[in-house]
């Protein structure tokens, strides 16, 4: 497998605090030399980022009632679609709809997140549980990367 072959996806808003998270390990991806999009978009908007690649790294923040700062990594598989909009569609249920319409989708998509504070504020930074987290974010998306390229 090649470089060609894996997208690595930052999602985050930077005028959101926590949520800038996925930004900032793109970023930093970036620097290595990956080829790396960032986007702010999310639900069926996320098909149109993924469809051709064959593997896709997924960095991004969640909210799940875990502890702020704890990283999470599991690989996306479709799910049930419940919700009662399209604009508002998790990214299981969108790989669900992508399957649905027959799109070419991931052989993988791989999921490596930061649990974020619940509080979100316009123009805030970082908390500090999740900037103490960024090190480590990186190093786990980049260990996604080297397992995929051997």
């Known amino acids: ?29 970036r620097e290595d030399g990956l080829s790396v999009r960032t986007g702010v978009r999310s639900g069926l908007a996320l098909l149109d980022e993924v469809v051709g690649a064959r ?29 009662p ?22 052989e993988e998509i791989r999921v490596v997140a930061v649990e974020r504070t619940p509080e979100v504020y316009l123009g805030a930074d970082l908390s500090e549980p999740v900037r103490a987290a960024l090190p480590a974010l990186v190093e786990r998306a980049r260990n996604v990367i080297q397992e995929w390229l051997c």
């Open 1 to 29: 497998m090649s470089g060609k072959d894996i997208l690595v996806l930052g999602i985050g808003n930077d005028l959101l605090g926590d949520d800038a998270i996925g930004l900032l390990v793109a970023e930093a991806l």
């Open 55 to 83: 593997r896709v790294l997924l960095i991004d923040s969640q909210t799940t009632g875990g502890r702020p700062g704890t990283i999470s990594e599991f690989s996306l598989e479709p799910s049930v679609v419940r919700s």
């Open 85 to 106: 909009s399209a604009h508002y569609v998790g990214y299981g249920e969108a790989l669900a709809i992508g399957v649905a319409v027959g799109l070419e989708m991931p």
